[in-house]
Nanobody
Framework: QVQLVESGGGLVQAGGSLRLSCAASGSIFNINTMGWYRQAPGKQRDLVACFTSGGSTNYADSVKGRFTISRDNAKNTVYLQMNSLKPEDTAVYYC?????????????WGQGTQVTVSS
């Protein structure tokens, strides 16, 4: 089992910054992707940013140039630095990890952390 614990959400004014953290623990093997999704009220959960299996990064178009994903492999932790925040960034942000083990795919989610951007 893998546990993902997020932190760093909160309330910020438009134009401000927040940094989210996601610490993974447990039986972590063969990580395929690890990153962040978000879900606003009444909307689907969408990818924000992630590391791929090859080590590259993917970003949603709406956050390119404003958000940066980074990681500390020694701590099994992924970060999301969010700058120039906009009210439309308001959502619950979820950490996500996908691993491949012996031909099977496993997906894990954190509990979510609320980010609210006021105008």
């Amino acid at each position: 089992q893998v546990q993902l614990v997020e932190s760093g959400g909160g309330l910020v004014q438009a134009g401000g910054s927040l940094r989210l953290s996601c610490a993974a623990s447990g039986s972590i093997f063969n990580i395929n992707t690890m990153g962040w999704y978000r879900q606003a009220p009444g909307k689907q959960r969408d990818l924000v940013a992630c590391f791929t299996s090859g080590g590259s990064t993917n970003y949603a178009d709406s956050v390119k140039g404003r958000f940066t994903i980074s990681r500390d492999n020694a701590k099994n932790t992924v970060y999301l630095q969010m700058n120039s925040l906009k009210p439309e960034d308001t959502a619950v942000y979820y950490c996500n990890l996908v691993s491949h083990v012996v031909g099977a795919t496993y997906e894990y989610w954190g509990q979510g952390t609320q980010v609210t951007v006021s105008s």
